[in-house]
């Protein structure tokens, strides 16, 4: 009996989860100082924007030809020459004409050939095709 302490050998039924909370908290704040620190990048001075929304207007336009074949030149419609004297003084105002073409899917495909050489006649080369995108 020269070796016991205490005389004591009990069992002990609970287990001491404090010193891996300790661990888990130690490696909680490294992660969030490593994360911290590797988001903030590189700093510059961004430019400002104004808080007031544009006043210059769109300068796209937009030729919709619809299921039954009516042309329209934004909202309003219009026919072949019209299309062309309003595509024509848009043009003079600006030589760099951005313009769309949305077409109806179920349309004769000689309607939309008819706007694209409008548009080839008229020197338009900036120039889009609207459809829809496939959904998977």
């Known amino acids: 009996m020269a070796g016991a302490v205490g005389g004591e050998k009990d069992v002990y039924d609970e287990i001491n989860i404090t010193p891996m909370l300790d661990l888990a908290y130690v490696l909680l704040v490294i992660f969030i100082i490593m994360t911290t620190a590797t988001v903030q990048g590189i700093k510059v001075n961004l430019p400002k924007a104004s808080a007031q929304p ?23 419609p219009v026919s072949m020459a ?12 600006n030589p760099n004409l951005p313009v769309i073409i949305k077409a109806d899917s179920t349309i004769q495909y000689q309607r939309v050939v008819d706007v694209l050489d409008l548009l080839g006649r ?5 120039l889009g095709l609207v459809t829809q995108k496939i959904v998977k």
């Open 82 to 93: 019209e299309l062309e004297s309003n595509l024509r003084q848009y043009r003079a105002a």
């Open 122 to 126: 008229l020197d338009i080369t900036r």
């Open 54 to 76: 544009s006043l210059a207007e769109n300068k796209t336009k937009a030729i919709t030809i619809t299921a039954d074949g009516t042309l329209y030149l934004d909202t309003f």
